[in-house]
C-alpha cells in the first residue's frame, strides 16, 4: 500500500513542520504564558512562600536570589 | 498539535527535572546550607522559621540566633528537600515551554537530531550568558540590588535567546553582526556590580559552587533538549501513522 497517499488522506497536519502560522502562534503564545508564570514564580516571585519554597532552586539554578 | 507540544515538554521537563534535583539534593544543596552557616546577623536566614528549640545543629555548624517570630519557610530536612526537588521540576517546565514557544514562533522543531543543539542554546542562554555577569551566588554573598540584577539577566537571556534563534534561521554577514552584538551587547553594559564587601563565604564553598551549578546546568539542558526532541519526534510519528496501520 502507499504510504504516502494514506498520510496524505488521514492526518492532514500530522507533522510538526506543517502546522498552519496560526496553529503556531496559538501553541506559541499558550506555551510562552505558562513557562513565563512558571519561571516567575520559581526564579523571580518576591513573595516569601515562593522565594522560601524555592530558594535553593534559585540559588541553584543560577536566577539571582536575595 | 497543542496538545503534542505541552505533553513533550512537560515529561521532557519531568525527566530533566528529577535528574536535576537528584543532582542538587547530593552536590548542591549541601554546599547552599554550608553557605548558610557563615550567614552574618542581620542577613536573613532560610529553612528555620518552623525549627523550634531542642532541634540538633550538625557537629561544626556555627550557632545562630532564632526569631521568635519569621517567615515561613520549608523545614530543614525532607520538607525543604521536596520543595527544592518540586522547584526545579516546575522550573524545568517553565523553560520546556519557554523553547518550546520559541520553536513554534521560529518554526523550527525540536527534534531528537537537533535536541542537543537546543540544549546547548539553551544552556548558554539561561545560566552561562547571565553566571558570565552574575556569578552563581550562595547565601552569604555580597551582590548588588536584586531588582537590577533580575532586569540584567532577563536582559541577558533574551539577548542572547535572540541570538541563537536568529543564527538558526540564517547565516547571512548581518546575521552574524546582529547576533554577536545581541552576545556581547549585556556584558558591555555590564551586570550590576557587587557591593566591595568582604564575603561571609569562604572562596573554595564559592569557586565549588560555581563549576557544580554550572555543570549540573549543562546537564539539565543536555537532557531537557534531547528528551524533548525524542517525544515530539514519537508524537509526531504516531501522528503520521493512518489508524489502524502496523508501522
Not at chain 2, 560555581?210 to 504516531?238: E, H, M, P, Q, Y
Request: net charge negative.
Amino acid at each position: 500500500m502507499n504510504t504516502t497517499t494514506n498520510t496524505t488522506i488521514n492526518t492532514p497536519t500530522a507533522v510538526p513542520t506543517s502546522l498552519s502560522l496560526s496553529q503556531r502562534l496559538i501553541a506559541g503564545v499558550l506555551a510562552l504564558m505558562l513557562g513565563l508564570t512558571l519561571l516567575v514564580g520559581t526564579g523571580f516571585a518576591g513573595d516569601f512562600r515562593l522565594h522560601n519554597g524555592a530558594h535553593d532552586t534559585r540559588h541553584a539554578m543560577g536566577f539571582p536570589c536575595h | 498539535m497543542i496538545r503534542n507540544l505541552f505533553a513533550a515538554a512537560l515529561f521532557a521537563a519531568l525527566a530533566a527535572g528529577l535528574l536535576t534535583a537528584a543532582i542538587q539534593h547530593f552536590r548542591v544543596t549541601p554546599l547552599i546550607l554550608h553557605a548558610e552557616t557563615f550567614e552574618g546577623e542581620g542577613g536573613h536566614s532560610h529553612g528555620e522559621a518552623a525549627v523550634v528549640a531542642g532541634h540538633e545543629h550538625a557537629a561544626g555548624t556555627a550557632e545562630h540566633s532564632h526569631a521568635a517570630v519569621e517567615e515561613w519557610a520549608p523545614q530543614d530536612g525532607f520538607e525543604r528537600t521536596a520543595y527544592t526537588a518540586l522547584a526545579t521540576i516546575l522550573a524545568a517546565a517553565g523553560f520546556a515551554l519557554v523553547i518550546g514557544a520559541v520553536s513554534m514562533f521560529a518554526n523550527i522543531p525540536i527534534t531528537f537530531a537537533n535536541g542537543l543543539f537546543w540544549g546547548a542554546a539553551g544552556f548558554i542562554t539561561f545560566s552561562l550568558a547571565p553566571a558570565y555577569g552574575l556569578a552563581p551566588e550562595l547565601p552569604g554573598m555580597p551582590a548588588a540590588d536584586l531588582f537590577a540584577r533580575q532586569l540584567w539577566w532577563v536582559g541577558t537571556a533574551i539577548a542572547t535567546g535572540a541570538a541563537f534563534v536568529l543564527l538558526a534561521k540564517t547565516r547571512a554577514s548581518w546575521a552574524i553582526a546582529v547576533a554577536v552584538a545581541l552576545i556581547v551587547a549585556p556584558h558591555i553594559i555590564g551586570a550590576p556590580i557587587a557591593p566591595d564587601e568582604p564575603s561571609a563565604v569562604p572562596a573554595h564553598l564559592a569557586t565549588e559552587f560555581a563549576a557544580i551549578t554550572l555543570g549540573t546546568s549543562a546537564v539539565f539542558w543536555a537532557v531537557l533538549g534531547a528528551v524533548f526532541g525524542r517525544l515530539n519526534d514519537l508524537f509526531a510519528a504516531r501522528a503520521a501513522t493512518p489508524i489502524g496501520a502496523i508501522a
